[in-house]
């Protein structure tokens, strides 16, 4: 006997329920603002809008204020896998239209479930949230499932990617699950994240602020670094997940996704000659070295607006996709601060998880100077770029291109702290300070009593520099491993990064290092 069809009414009338969420008009007030309602964004994001659904019929057996009269499709969370250019990935959408998306046991623990089958399964998570905060009917359930959800994001911290979209409200602890995975992407229009609000900041300090000043994702792409990308809407941030997706790997035991070309052209490139500045004192665009390195349309910067003196992105060179670390001297001259040293510290991490090989591209007169910079902690924070090199196991090249001055050359990973390979231009200048600063120690006196200082010292400073500085001595110590033509740079680099992906370095056994954090 064929199935009753009365159990299939049902269950497509169930379904048909769960699919509207909070209801028609909900979701076109929400189209009037420009918004997608969480099963639009799980299909924008979704190959061919297809996916597999966790826990639809859920709903919570809260009794409290009347909540028992009240139906929440789903419990305001949408969770599914599918596949994203062909690879699968666990996703959650927060449903703004059920209950304000808040945050209850059964909301939780959906999340929670499906954050528990991506680990298991070696996939990515992407978590769309968009929430009014915990759901306080619901009481310390709902605080003890935000617990739950920081836990999961902890374990599966280094083992999948984690990728979070602020596409509504992200408001108080609801905060702390973005800020625990790898990259987090912020649409400019209706997305806000905070601690503490407008009203309690005034009541509990007497400043008056607004969301724009510290919850927007222009303070957060630029002020806080919270955040990693700034998307214009809904539909750009989807984008921007599924393109910052074709960078990474399933998982840690995963293969990065390469595409790599068997035969590797050797080319020169006249341009870059061209773009370094032939006075030293002139500042050279990294941006422009970087766009003649990497392949045409693959360079995809991470945290562009903050602490823009260090860039920061993924690329392909040759098909072969690469972490990039750069000093850019068009913004305070390329010095490492405190915000930059972060920046590049988590970005190395994150690269030597997912075993994506790193270029380091120097151009740094030294770190910050200031009054604000030492008291902020210059030196824990600088200490962090050298953990995070002398911890990464990935392939790892350094270009220097003009100033590697001291403690910051090393910061930007000198072979001492596990180059694989150092290349020098013949404008490279590596030493334990420019020879400017060194000439007020050097040679103080005679500077002092020359009848002629300003000659005297242009003449001690080639002195210096051809000594002391020279990339050509660097190389006769067996510092860097050769001085390059620019022109070749793309290729040299091409050539080496792809005769070291096998390598394999053992380390003393630990439970983990202590990262000055």
Known sequence: MAIDPSLLEALKLRREEALIGGGIDRIEKRHEKGLLSARERLAAFFDGGHFIEFGMHAHHSCINFGLEKRKMPGDGVVCATGYVHGRPVATYAQDFTVG???????????????????????????????????????????????????????????????????????????????????????????????????????????QVASLDQFAS??????????????????????????????????????????????????????????IIPADPKSPLDMQQVIDRLVDPGTWFEIQPGYAPNM????????????????????????????????????????????????????????????????????????????????SCTTPKI????????????????SSDMGADFVFAWPTAEIAVMGAQGAMKVLYKKELEEAEDPAALELELRKAYTEKFASPYQAASNGMISDVIDPAVSRSTLAFAFRGIMAKHETRPPKKHGNIPL
């Open 100 to 206: 304000g998306g808040a945050v209850g046991a059964i909301h939780a623990k959906k999340i929670c479930d499906l954050m528990d089958f991506a680990i298991k399964a070696g996939i990515p998570v992407v978590g769309i949230n968009d929430s009014g905060g915990a759901r306080i009917q619901e009481g310390i359930e709902a605080l003890s499932g935000y617990g739950q959800i920081f836990f999961r994001n902890v374990l599966a911290s280094g083992v999948v990617p984690q990728i979070s979209i602020i596409a509504g409200p992200c408001a108080g602890g609801a905060a702390y699950s973005p800020a625990l995975t790898d990259f987090i992407i912020m649409t400019r229009k209706n997305a806000n994240m905070f601690i503490c609000g407008p009203d309690v900041i005034k009541a509990a300090t007497g």
């Open 398 to 413: 350094t270009l220097i291109c003009r100033k590697a001055y001291g403690g910051a050359y090393l910061a930007m990973c």
């Open 217 to 274: 994702a222009n303070a957060h792409a630029t002020v806080s670094g919270n955040i990693h990308l700034v998307a214009e809407d809904d539909q750009h941030a989807i984008e921007l997940a599924k393109r910052l997706l074709d960078y990474l790997p399933s998982n840690n035991l995963g293969n990065t996704p390469h595409t790599m070309n068997n035969d590797i052209p050797w080319n020169e490139d006249p341009g870059m000659n061209e």
């Open 311 to 390: 860039i920061t992105g993924f690329a392909r060179l040759e098909g072969l996709v690469i972490g990039i670390i750069a000093n850019q001297p068009k913004v305070k001259a390329g010095c490492i601060d405190i915000d930059s040293s972060d920046k590049a510290s988590r970005f190395i991490r994150v690269c030597n998880i997912y075993s994506i090989p790193v270029l380091s591209l120097v151009d740094v007169p030294g770190f910050m100077p200031g009054l604000a910079q030492e008291r902020g902690g210059i030196i824990r924070h600088g200490a962090k770029m050298l953990f995070a090199w002398a």
